[in-house]
């Protein structure tokens, strides 16, 4: 098995159009969300987190935050490599309100244009989990030499289905995002677009060194702890890493009351002495699909630069787990984890190289 | 490069008439609000283990589903309810094709990597999946709405690499009834035919 590095990574979310951006926004005390509003009984104000970037044309903006996070990923330098893209909403948010007559095809086509990629192009959709799998996927092909190169490209943007639909199930909440919080009463959600250029032959600070992802449809909508712990011991078995190797974990922690209680459960049985944790949903809410790799670019920005997210909200003490205030003195190695829609359960583990 | 071997297949392009009533005999319920599009899914699914002789997957067997348009029907239902109000909160869960992956999963009582490509070739989820899956194999579907329906699902063992010869194929090839054998690399998709113990 040939080593994977994270030899890149592009960011644009709420916090700003870039990583050094988002950094900065971060080290100031994060950014404020706008809101929408929707229709009906269930409907009303929600705070969401936007990207502070403005275009009339929705296909436009996408191309241009597309291309942004590319560049700045070091896309230009692999483009006959393997590309994913990951998105839990496509470009749906272009077609509405009109019909959605057309093909996936297209739509990466249309991706392949603005990024001029000439490598074979994979699209992962498995709802909030899509860019950690389209990660494990890109590693994986990487690690058996049978790609040299990956860009793995997140894309969440602003739609009203999505909201609609997480306000309908009454998913959403009408402040704020509180992970594993006292007074905890639903999402957040937000717009990123990320990258993550992986690599055989050119090395840098992280190595990626493997993940799982367990689908348990007990639960559809949310999460169950056993499906925690044992999308856990798999990530740490295929990353040949035991239970006290692990220095943080970068949770989901959207601020759900059931969810964050199964993980909160799930973290405890998998590892007993919980590590460090840490969560990005209150900077820059949950970004469904991009949320895997726009983390990780954040979180090992973060790492490298020695800023770290305030925690306003009271813990809830009943979850027997906590946020780390401050970020931990080492971090050798960490995990990032996300939960999803679609009873999909992602943990990735990287190393400091 | 790993071989596969084909162990069970469901070709279903268009499924039989009485689909549904087969799915609902092989699930033990007639299923409700969960679209056409897993419905179609799961009866290609659950035919295909039964004729590899599965009543359970392992947990480290894995499931790749693709698809052209997936979910595009259930969809087009949410666009129009949101242009009212909020939609349906079964309708929007209709309109995200992991849910057929939970479906599946509760269904055969598994927990495992199940992963959807939107947009892949059969080729494309098999390279994919053959960077990843372990001794178990894998389920490897196929599914649309369109035209009728398509369901074809192969249920594929990696074996040793066969000495004969394999020939290129196309992605459509990959789901003929005398393809024994598939391996994939990055120049595509091979497959190989086995009549009577021998290759043709």
């Known amino acids: 098995m040939k080593p994977v590095y994270l030899a890149g990574r592009g960011l644009a979310c709420a916090l700003g159009l870039d990583t050094y951006a988002s950094l900065i926004a971060l080290r100031q005390g994060g950014v404020a969300t706008s809101s929408r509003a929707l229709p009906g009984e269930l409907g009303g104000s929600f705070p969401y987190y936007v990207i502070p970037y403005a275009q009339d044309s929705w296909n436009g903006r996408a191309c241009n935050l ?45 991706l392949v244009d603005w990024l001029e990629w000439t490598g074979s192009v994979y699209m992962v959709n498995t709802a909030c989990t899509s860019s950690l799998n389209a990660l494990m996927a890109a590693h994986a092909l990487l690690a058996a030499g049978d790609e040299e190169e990956a860009l793995v490209l997140g894309m969440e943007l602003d739609n009203q289905m999505t909201l609609a639909g997480f306000a309908a199930l009454q998913l959403l909440s009408h402040n704020s995002s509180k992970p594993f919080g006292a007074h905890r009463d639903g999402l957040v959600l937000g717009e990123a677009v990320s990258a993550m250029r992986l690599s055989t032959v050119e090395s840098s600070h992280w190595k990626m060194l493997g993940g799982a992802n367990v689908v348990d449809g007990s639960q559809p909508t949310g999460s169950s702890a056993s499906a ?16 006290d190797a692990i220095d943080l974990i970068k949770v989901q922690a959207a601020g759900s009351p059931s969810n964050d209680r199964v993980e909160a459960e799930g973290l405890r049985e998998a590892f007993g002495n919980v590590p460090p944790l840490v969560s990005f949903k209150a900077v820059m809410g949950h970004t469904m699909g991009a949320s895997g ?61 | 490069m790993k071989t596969f071997s084909i162990g069970g297949r469901c070709i279903a392009a268009p499924p039989p008439l009485d689909w549904r009533e087969q799915l609902a005999q092989m699930l033990g319920f007639k299923p409700r609000r969960i679209g056409t599009w897993a419905e ?158 021998k290759t043709e």
């Open chain 1, 293 to 353: 790799v726009a983390e990780l670019a954040l979180l090992t920005a973060c790492l490298e630069q020695g800023v770290w997210p305030i925690c306003a909200n009271e813990i809830d003490e009943i979850l027997g787990v906590d946020l780390a205030v401050y970020q931990p003195e080492t971090v050798h190695h960490f995990m990032a984890t996300i939960l999803g829609f679609g009873g999909s359960h992602a943990s990735v583990a990287f190393e400091r190289a």
């Open chain 1, 66 to 110: 597309v291309r942004r996070v590319a560049i700045e990923a070091g896309a230009e330098k692999i483009r006959s490599g393997a590309l994913f893209i990951s998105t839990s909403s496509f470009d749906i948010g272009a077609n509405e309100p009109g019909a959605t007559n057309r093909n996936y095809r297209e739509f990466s086509d249309e």
């Open chain 1, 228 to 243: 925690v712990v044992t999308m856990y011991q798999r990530a740490l078995a295929a990353s040949g890493l035991a239970v």
């Open chain 2, 40 to 197: 179609l899914g799961l009866y290609g699914a659950l035919r295909c283990m039964t004729d590899a002789g599965d009543r359970r997957l392992s947990p480290d067997a894995q499931i790749w589903l693709g698809s052209q348009r997936g979910t595009y029907v259930a969809t087009d239902i949410v666009l129009a309810q949101i242009r009212d109000g909020l939609p349906m909160p079964l309708a929007f869960l209709q309109t995200q094709p992991s849910q057929l992956l939970a479906l599946l999963a509760a269904q055969i009582a598994w927990k495992g990597h199940a992963c959807f490509v939107p947009g892949g070739q059969p080729h494309d989820l098999l390279r994919l999946a053959s960077a990843q899956v372990g001794a178990s194999g894998l389920l490897l579907g196929m599914v649309d709405e369109m035209d009728g329906g398509t369901t074809n699902w192969l249920r594929l063992y990696p074996c040793a690499p066969e000495k004969e010869e394999f020939v290129h194929n196309s992605s459509e090839e990959m789901f003929l009834s005398g393809v024994s054998y598939l391996r994939v690399d990055v120049t595509g998709l091979q497959g190989r035919r086995a009549i009577q113990g």
